[in-house]
C-alpha cells in the first residue's frame, strides 16, 4: 500500500546553531569605546609631559644673559621646579652632591667654571665679575639638555 501523495516527503532536519562569532554590532562598538578611551587618556598623558618640558623649556629660553649671576640663579630654579616634580629626592640635595646628581642625570656632564658657577650663583652678589658669558652659555646648553632627557 503505497500512497502516491507523500514522494516528495523528507525526513525533518534541524537548523544549525548560531555561532557565537561575529559578535554582534553592539560588541564591536563597546570595544572600539574601550580601545578609543584607553588611547585618549595615553595621548592626554603624552601631552601633559611634553607641556612641561616644553614650559621648561620656554623658561628657559626667556632667561636674557644681562646679568651673568642672576640668569644661572633662574636656570638653576628651573632645574629645581624639574626636580620637584620628577626626582622629588634631589631637591634637597646642594653644592657638589646637586651637579653630581645633576650629571648622573646626563649623558654629558657639567663641569669646571660653569658647574661652579651653577653651585654657587644663588649665593654670589650680582655685580661678580669672576664668570664669563661663556660659562653662562655651557649652563643654558646643560639645562636644555638636562630638561629634553629628563622631561
Not at 557565537?20 to 578609543?36: E, K, M, Q, R, T
Not at 656632564?109 to 658647574?115: D, H, M, S, V
Given at each position: 500500500?503505497?500512497?502516491?501523495?507523500?514522494?516528495?516527503?523528507r525526513d525533518i532536519h534541524l537548523?544549525?546553531?548560531?555561532?557565537?562569532?561575529?559578535?554582534?554590532?553592539?560588541?564591536?562598538?563597546?570595544?572600539?569605546?574601550?580601545?578609543?578611551?584607553?588611547?585618549?587618556?595615553?595621548?592626554?598623558?603624552?601631552?601633559?609631559?611634553?607641556?612641561?618640558?616644553?614650559?621648561?623649556?620656554?623658561l628657559l629660553n626667556n632667561i636674557?644673559?644681562?646679568?651673568?649671576?642672576?640668569?644661572?640663579?633662574?636656570?638653576?630654579?628651573?632645574?629645581?621646579?624639574?626636580?620637584?616634580?620628577?626626582?622629588?629626592?634631589?631637591?634637597?640635595?646642594?653644592?657638589?652632591?646637586?651637579?653630581?646628581?645633576?650629571n648622573s642625570k646626563q649623558k654629558?656632564?657639567?663641569?669646571?667654571?660653569?658647574?661652579?658657577?651653577?653651585?654657587?650663583?644663588?649665593?654670589?652678589?650680582?655685580?661678580?665679575?669672576?664668570?664669563?658669558?661663556?660659562?653662562?652659555?655651557?649652563?643654558?646648553?646643560?639645562?636644555?639638555?638636562?630638561?629634553?632627557?629628563?622631561?
Amino acid at each position: 500500500m503505497q500512497d502516491n501523495n507523500l514522494p516528495e516527503l523528507r525526513d525533518i532536519h534541524l537548523p544549525e546553531g548560531v555561532p557565537a562569532f561575529p559578535p554582534g554590532y553592539g560588541w564591536g562598538i563597546i570595544l572600539f569605546a574601550v580601545v578609543l578611551v584607553i588611547v585618549l587618556i595615553h595621548l592626554i598623558m603624552v601631552l601633559r609631559r611634553k607641556s612641561k618640558k616644553r614650559y621648561a623649556l620656554y623658561l628657559l629660553n626667556n632667561i636674557y644673559c644681562n646679568n651673568t649671576i642672576s640668569s644661572v640663579v633662574q636656570m638653576s630654579e628651573i632645574l629645581r621646579r624639574v626636580c620637584v616634580f620628577k626626582y622629588k629626592e634631589a631637591a634637597v640635595l646642594s653644592g657638589d652632591e646637586w651637579i653630581a646628581f645633576l650629571n648622573s642625570k646626563q649623558k654629558v656632564p657639567l663641569t669646571g667654571k660653569a658647574a661652579e658657577l651653577l653651585i654657587n650663583a644663588p649665593y654670589i652678589p650680582e655685580e661678580t665679575k669672576g664668570y664669563s658669558k661663556d660659562d653662562v652659555i655651557k649652563v643654558r646648553k646643560f639645562c636644555r639638555e638636562w630638561i629634553g632627557e629628563n622631561l
